[in-house]
């Protein structure tokens, strides 16, 4: 069975720092492409950030310079680092792994930024 969990979300000020992590369980992890999403209410679920199985990471454009993500294979765990948190950026985070067409998600974990 897959399991997805993700930790790190929380509430933190405009400007602040959080890294989110997820650790990947009945997978094989290393195949994998990871990725972090999120969704507001009412919006649709959007890419935040990606890296591949071979750690080639892409990012939105809207978080670009702020967010970093990497992954680590031996933890089987995929972070990723948010910096210079906007009040924009408050939404529950998804962790997602993806591999030839078959994808999983985690439940979300919530960061809300505000002064």
């Known amino acids: 069975q897959v399991h997805l969990v993700e930790s790190g979300g929380g509430s933190v000020q405009p400007g602040g720092s959080l890294r989110l992590s997820c650790v990947a369980s009945?997978?094989?992890?290393?195949?994998?492409?990871m990725g972090w999403y999120r969704q507001a209410p009412g919006l649709q679920r959007e890419l935040v950030a990606s890296?591949?199985?071979?750690?080639?990471?892409t990012y939105a454009d809207s978080v670009k310079g702020r967010f970093t993500i990497s992954r680590d294979n031996a933890q089987h765990t995929v972070y990723v680092q948010m910096n210079s948190l906007k009040p924009e950026d408050t939404t529950v985070y998804y962790c997602?792994?993806?591999?030839?067409?078959?994808?999983?998600w985690g439940q979300g974990t919530q960061v809300t930024v505000s002064s």
């Open positions: 890296i591949t199985r071979d750690g080639v990471a």
């Open positions: 009945g997978i094989y992890f290393r195949a994998y492409d």
């Open positions: 997602n792994a993806r591999h030839t067409g078959t994808g999983f």
